[in-house]
C-alpha cells in the first residue's frame, strides 16, 4: 500500500490516501509515485497529490529504510517545496526549520537534566517552551515544573544551560 498527500492551498495537507499497490504500478510492475498521483488525480479529480511514507518520522525512516519527504503527513501539514519535505506547524517565532529532520529547533538546546536521576526515577520536569521568556532575554527559554509538586501553585524552574533553578 503506497499513501498520497492531497494538497490544498498553500500545499497544506487536506487528506491522506491510502492507494493500492497495483495502482501504482508501471508497465514493468515497479511502483512509480506518478502513475500512482495519476490515478489519485483520475478517480477524485484533484491534481495535487505528494507520496508520503507512514515509516518516516522526523527525518528517519522507522524501519532502517530510506526515509521519504521528512515525515508521514498529515492534515493540517504542509508541504515544503523547496525541502520536499512534509512540516508541521511552526510552534514558536523563534523556531528554525531543521531541514535534516523535517521539524522545528527551539533556538536553546533542549535541557540535559529531565528527572530527580533516581533509579528508579520518582520525579520528572514537566519541561515547556516560554517564547515571551525567550524574546525577553535570549539566553532562556526553557521552563519546568516537577511531576511531584501537588502545591496549588506549582514553582516554576527556569533553565541556565546545565542546571534548573527555582524562579
Given at each position: 500500500?503506497?499513501?498520497?498527500?492531497?494538497?490544498?492551498?498553500?500545499?497544506?495537507?487536506?487528506?491522506?490516501?491510502?492507494?493500492?499497490d497495483s495502482d501504482c504500478?508501471?508497465?514493468?510492475?515497479?511502483?512509480?509515485?506518478?502513475?500512482?498521483?495519476?490515478?489519485?488525480?483520475?478517480?477524485?479529480?484533484?491534481?495535487?497529490?505528494?507520496?508520503?511514507?507512514?515509516?518516516?518520522?522526523?527525518?528517519?525512516?522507522?524501519?532502517?529504510?530510506?526515509?521519504?519527504?521528512?515525515?508521514?503527513?498529515?492534515?493540517?501539514?504542509?508541504?515544503?517545496?523547496?525541502?520536499?519535505?512534509?512540516?508541521?506547524?511552526?510552534?514558536?517565532?523563534?523556531?528554525?526549520?531543521?531541514?535534516?529532520?523535517?521539524?522545528?529547533?527551539?533556538?536553546?538546546?533542549?535541557?540535559?537534566?529531565?528527572?530527580?536521576?533516581?533509579?528508579?526515577?520518582?520525579?520528572?520536569?514537566?519541561?515547556?517552551?516560554?517564547?515571551?521568556?525567550?524574546?525577553?532575554?535570549?539566553?532562556?527559554?526553557?521552563?519546568?515544573?516537577?511531576?511531584?509538586?501537588?502545591?496549588?501553585?506549582?514553582?516554576?524552574?527556569?533553565?541556565?544551560?546545565?542546571?534548573?533553578?527555582?524562579?
Amino acid at each position: 500500500m503506497a499513501h498520497y498527500a492531497k494538497l490544498g492551498a498553500n500545499n497544506k495537507v487536506i487528506a491522506v490516501h491510502v492507494v493500492a499497490d497495483s495502482d501504482c504500478q508501471n508497465a514493468d510492475g515497479i511502483e512509480d509515485e506518478e502513475v500512482g498521483r495519476q490515478f489519485l488525480e483520475r478517480i477524485h479529480s484533484w491534481p495535487l497529490w505528494k507520496k508520503t511514507s507512514y515509516n518516516t518520522s522526523n527525518g528517519q525512516h522507522r524501519n532502517g529504510g530510506t526515509p521519504l519527504r521528512g515525515n508521514y503527513a498529515g492534515i493540517g501539514m504542509t508541504y515544503d517545496e523547496d525541502n520536499d519535505i512534509f512540516i508541521g506547524k511552526k510552534p514558536f517565532a523563534s523556531w528554525t526549520l531543521n531541514t535534516s529532520t523535517a521539524s522545528w529547533d527551539a533556538p536553546i538546546t533542549y535541557p540535559s537534566v529531565t528527572n530527580d536521576g533516581a533509579d528508579p526515577v520518582v520525579w520528572s520536569y514537566e519541561i515547556y517552551w516560554d517564547e515571551a521568556a525567550y524574546q525577553a532575554d535570549n539566553t532562556k527559554g526553557w521552563k519546568a515544573t516537577k511531576s511531584n509538586d501537588t502545591a496549588e501553585t506549582k514553582t516554576v524552574y527556569e533553565w541556565n544551560g546545565t542546571a534548573w533553578s527555582a524562579q
